[in-house]
């Protein structure tokens, strides 16, 4: 029997205070395409940094292997010459160069003192054309979607002579269609006997695309399984170490009073191009509305535009609880309209401070005193917020940037719920974050319901749409493409509303 193209044996990880990696083993075959899994915080990212080089040989316990020779990596440039890369969800490509530039960047070849840019365009072609890639290698790399983009990370390194790919969330923010195409692509590498680590919390993209899935929980390694033997029940028992009979727990109370009402709203972009056109709608006390589409359908310019933090109205009113909304996010949080970003790294959180001043920051206003905050009734407040959402954290001091991602976003969640909201803009609550994590924030939906607030749900997954909204409204390129009562769709029938079918029921209702 061949060797394993890479393995770790018993890598174990230790950082002040807390033991990352223990006794953690892994193997990866060659031509084969094998999942990591595990709730955050598992260890996947450090696993990862171990097998890259970013944690160099000597910080870790363990031995790494290359085709069954002990391998030792001082650093990332090391692992590229064993033929190792590593594509993470934050895309690094320059926006503003082209397509071939980037597959180049860093690694320009030249020309006496200069670039040889013709041979730059010539071997991008090249690349394109050696794995069956349709891309214009002189097109803006800002002009493509996430798809695209994601397309020249893969070729940056199959540039190096790669052997093997290491994919970090890699469809996170790509469309159905773009996630098709890139499994497409590995499996087309897989044939051409690149190995993949491919890491994931998208469960039904790992049995579709892989061989085997190896579960991390808690920073060891629990069990490695062959996918066509596995089921998803089996990998979610190994990753929360519980069985989960329910993975969408809606418990929906009876309605109560509309408390927003949404009447053919019309809104244009930044740059003065339609983006949302009649657009109705209401959310109730006591109901989750679930909103969706395909990527660039509007959903959450709608959110931002109503929380007043994106686009100009040109048409249609918006009110909370019978008053029309003033715009402006300091007039929504007043009037108790909260929402949650959909990225939380980029605009829900400061990363470098505390998990207490990222909880009270929107709450401030109610906590002070003669013009100064109360620090007493601050910190009293935290707590019990971080209780409530059972934030794991050393202590409410801890940076924030430092939680694991499922973490962060209960403290997104519950900064927005500090302002005692009577509704709560919830776009891609879930995104990034693994199965026990989305758990424990369906709960925190239906607790918010079952205190009489309404929940306007925006997800680009569509079980997760069926499983917790009581109604769903589906946008097609900035209009109302169908609304649905829950138990009324399957993901057939919403797909269609998306994609401005007919067929849908309630087309076009006001909900």
Not at 372 to 393: F, G, M, P, W
Not at 401 to 430: C, H, W, Y
Not at 485 to 500: F, H, I, S, V
Request: charged share 25%; hydrophobic share 40%.
């Amino acid at each position: 029997m061949a060797p394993p193209r890479l393995s770790a044996r018993s890598i174990t990880k230790r950082f002040p205070g807390v033991t990352a990696l223990r006794e953690v083993s892994f193997d990866l075959k060659a031509g084969e395409i094998h999942a990591l899994c595990g709730e955050n915080g598992a260890g996947k990212s450090t696993l990862i940094k171990v097998l890259s080089g970013i944690h160099p040989a000597g910080s870790y316990e363990g031995e790494l292997g290359i085709d069954g020779a002990p391998a030792a990596f001082e650093s990332v440039a090391d692992a590229e010459a064993a033929g190792i890369a590593v594509i993470y969800q934050e895309l690094a490509l320059v926006p503003e160069m082209t397509v071939a530039e980037n597959i180049f960047l860093g690694a320009e070849p030249v020309s006496g003192l200069l670039i040889d840019w013709d041979r730059v365009y010539r071997d991008s072609k090249a690349l394109l054309e050696r794995f069956g890639l349709e891309l214009d290698c002189s097109a803006p790399t800002k002009s493509l979607g996430m798809g695209r983009r994601q397309l020249i990370e893969i070729l940056k390194a199959l540039r190096k002579e790669t052997r093997i790919l290491i994919l970090d969330e890699p469809t996170a923010a790509l469309s159905e269609a773009e996630v098709a195409s890139l499994l497409d692509i590995l499996r087309d590498l897989r044939s051409r006997g690149i190995s993949c680590v491919y890491i994931s919390h998208r469960l039904d993209e790992v049995f579709a695309l892989a061989d085997r899935v190896t579960v991390l929980r808690d920073g060891s390694s629990v069990t490695t399984l062959d996918v066509a033997a596995a089921d998803k029940a089996s990998v979610i028992r190994h990753m929360v170490g519980r069985e989960i009979t329910d993975l969408y727990p809606r418990r929906a109370p009876a309605p109560g009073e509309t408390l927003l009402r949404v009447e053919d709203l019309s809104v244009s972009g930044p740059e003065g191009e339609g983006a949302l056109e009649g657009v109705s709608f209401s959310a109730a006390a006591g109901e989750v509305l679930g909103i969706g589409g395909l990527m660039g359908s509007g959903r959450s310019e709608l959110l931002m535009h109503i929380f007043g933090a994106w686009g100009r109205r040109t048409a249609g009113t918006v009110e909370l609880s019978g008053r029309p909304l003033a715009a402006g996010p300091r007039a929504c949080l007043d009037r108790g309209l909260a929402l949650v970003t959909e990225d939380r790294k980029r605009c829900g959180l400061f990363l470098d401070q505390e998990v207490g001043f990222n909880l009270s920051l929107s709450a401030v206003g109610g906590l002070t005193r003669h013009g100064l905050i109360d620090e007493q009734a601050e910190h009293r407040a935290n707590e019990s917020a971080a209780a409530s959402l059972r934030v794991k954290a050393p202590s409410l001091e801890t940076r924030v940037g430092t939680l694991s991602g499922g973490n962060q976003q209960k403290v997104v969640i519950g900064k927005a719920l500090m302002t005692s909201p009577r509704v709560v803009f919830l776009d891609e609550p879930t995104r990034g974050i693994d199965v026990g994590a989305k758990i424990e924030v369906y709960e925190i939906v239906n607790r918010l319901t079952a205190e009489g607030k309404a929940v306007v749900l925006v997800s680009s997954e569509l079980p997760e749409l069926m499983g917790m909204s009581d109604r769903i409204v589906m946008l097609h390129e900035g209009r109302v493409g169908g609304v649905f009562k829950r138990g009324e769709a399957d993901q057939e029938r919403l797909l269609a509303a998306a994609m401005g079918h007919a067929g849908s029921p309630a087309q076009g209702g006001k909900g």
